[in-house]
């Protein structure tokens, strides 16, 4: 299952690391077009959130081929470290043969800092710190793929994130066992998980792992009108907002930046927004920040109920998550995890609770009878002899000597009466 798992994975990214398009110019005099292309900074009340904050403070650690290095990211990389064997130890140097820009791209847009204070790609969160986490898919790595996400969770939650992006699909529903344990112990550390819903454009006709493990916020796409992105973006019951899938802008490891498409990029729009929310309101939990994301999003033309399969709750709005007054939640990622995992995993037997009480003493039964050996009914015994022998006689005899005398008697009387009878 592993096997089938990483190849459906690795088909999925490398589909939409290909829909890079063409390279951005250089910025000119007259200004800079890399700056000004970002449409959702503007959009989606991203610079009005900055009136607040910027993400300071906030580490989000980015699961994927690895964050190159590039003028815009490496004053936001602050660590990282590579699961799929074939990276380097800092999580730095590219994974795979095609996908390889992919995490660059990721990074920066969830917390590249620019090249200058004008100029250069910025991202969401540019005062929050990144963690590169590289993994390798299909034949980039031979380590199992569920492994790799699962061991780099758990390095991401160990190293301080608060947000994880991951930007990937596998294109099934379903997911390994060992991801209930990572993503939990991720719940249970109060951070937020924010994954992307995935593409029909390269084959993604309904939402998967990791998008549909509960506890998640899934992230659809939208172009840049607003409506959901035919090719960009898929639906599903699971999915928590939409943000920008469309005519995106990602720094590559070498620092050229490209335009490309996908909710690999819709998700660390919103993972930027997430470590706003996180730095303008650091008492709040994961659940509460999930919280303010989703019922601030602004609803689309057309759309009455919430959440919508193509739509989540609506698309992201910054400026509202960090600022709007929103009614905290009991509960959180971790509790529905688990109630799914005792619903739908087989459960584990608890071992036998402990005696509270001490044992009730039963005395010991008295020792059996000896077995005697079986003796013939013709044979006499001591108990024959005594029970039933010596009693028998005891009565008979005299019985005997009772009847002699009787019938003795009756001769002597007969006797009599025949000597007296008179003779002729």
Known sequence: MRRMLAAAVAGILTVLACTAAAEVPEPDSSGDPIRSQEYWLADNGIQKAWQTTKGAGVRIAVIDTGIGHAPELDPAVVGGTDVSGAGSADGRTPVGPVDANHGSWVGSLAAARG???????????????????????????????????????????????????????????????????????????????????????????????PATIPGVLTVAGVDQSGHASVEASTQGIT?????????????????????????????????????????????????????????????????????????????????????????????????????????????????????????????????????????????PTRERVMYGSLPLMAATLPAILIGLGVTAAVRRIRSARGSRAPRR
């Not at 200058?116 to 969160?125: E, H, L, N, Q």
């Not at 819709?266 to 730095?279: F, M, T, Y």
């Not at 609770?353 to 013709?378: F, G, I, Q, T």
Request: aromatic share 6%; glycine share 8%; net charge negative.
């Open 115 to 209: 090249t200058g204070d004008d100029t250069g790609m910025i991202g969401v969160a540019p005062e929050a710190d990144l963690l590169s986490i590289s993994v390798g898919f299909g034949a980039s790595s031979q380590v199992p793929f569920t492994e790799q996400v699962a061991k780099a969770m758990r390095w991401a939650v160990d190293n301080g994130a608060d947000v994880i992006n991951l930007s990937f699909t596998t294109n099934t529903l379903d997911w390994d066992t060992s991801w209930d344990d990572a993503f939990l112990y991720a719940f249970e550390h109060d951070v937020v998980v924010v994954v992307a819903a995935g593409n029909r454009g390269s084959g993604t006709a309904r939402v998967g792992a």
């Open 239 to 379: 999915i928590g907002v939409s943000a920008p899938s469309e005519d995106l802008l990602g720094v590559s490891a070498d620092g050229t930046v490209v335009r490309w498409d996908g909710t690999s990029g819709a998700a660390p729009i919103v993972s930027g927004i997430a470590a706003l929310v996180r730095a303008a309101h650091p008492e709040l939990n994961a659940a509460n920040v999930i919280e303010r994301i989703t019922k601030t999003a602004r609803r689309p033309p057309g759309v009455s109920d919430v959440p919508s399969p193509l739509y989540g709750y609506g698309i992201v709005d910054a400026a509202a998550a960090v600022s709007a007054s929103v009614p905290r939640v009991a509960g959180g990622p971790a509790d529905e995890l688990k109630d799914w995992i005792r619903l739908y995993r087989r459960a584990q037997v608890a071992p036998a609770p402990l005696p509270s009480e001490k044992p009730v003493e039963v005395p010991p039964l008295p020792r059996a009878d000896p077995v005697s050996r079986p003796v013939s009914p013709l044979l």
